[in-house]
């Protein structure tokens, strides 16, 4: 099972058990900060164990700092948009079984 299909389905059994519309922009907005502090606790990470390599090349920690962040936020906004998604189509599942 991958972990966008979990998250997937994580948002999907949040918009259903969450009576009424969710804020959409408010989970993709939450997503971008998990996404930014992640990001540079990756950064961080890359930072202190290349520290070593840093003597051979200087930037190395530094565009290796740059990238993990990037890719922090570029994972948790993907997964805040499946996410969002899974709202989406669990409030329509709500709203089909309430009629």
């Known amino acids: 099972m991958s972990l966008t ?3 997937f389905l ?3 059994v949040y918009g259903f058990a969450n009576p ?3 804020d959409r922009l ?3 907005r939450n997503s971008l900060i998990v996404g930014v502090i992640f990001g540079a606790l990756i950064a961080l990470a ?3 164990f290349t520290i070593p390599a840093a003597f051979a090349m200087p930037v ?3 565009l290796g700092g740059v990238a993990g962040i990037l890719a922090g936020i570029f ?3 993907y997964f805040g948009v499946v996410f969002a998604v899974g709202t989406i189509i669990g409030d329509m599942l709500e709203s089909l079984i309430k009629r």
């Open 20 to 22: 009424g519309r969710e």
């Open 26 to 28: 408010r989970l993709i």
């Open 5 to 7: 299909f979990i998250v």
């Open 75 to 77: 994972a948790a906004l």
């Open 46 to 48: 890359f930072f202190v």
């Open 10 to 12: 994580l948002g999907l």
């Open 60 to 62: 190395l920690p530094l």
